[in-house]
């Protein structure tokens, strides 16, 4: 993995967590919680969502992978506040 690589992963990973944040209010885990979110969002939503049939493509590949990261860490942020409840 090369530097830009790592960068570009960061990047999609803050906007896509920061995005997951608003769009679910209240389970923000602050910058760096939410940039693992968004990172591991775009990995679930990047499998999942071509397994679903609902792979898409919008813009440029930039575009495309902070839409799925922010589906991801929708999914994700959601599933954590379940299981916080649940408690």
Known sequence: MTLETLIVWLIVGAVAGF???LIVKGYG???IG???IGI???V?????LPQLGLGFSVGGPL???ILYAV???VVLLILIGLVRRAR
Do not use: Q, R
């Open 40 to 42: 591991l969002g775009a």
């Open 19 to 21: 995005l997951a944040g």
């Open 44 to 48: 679930l939503a990047g499998w999942l």
């Open 63 to 65: 575009v495309t992978s």
């Open 29 to 31: 885990f602050g910058l």
């Open 34 to 36: 939410n940039i693992v």
């Open 71 to 73: 589906i991801g860490a």
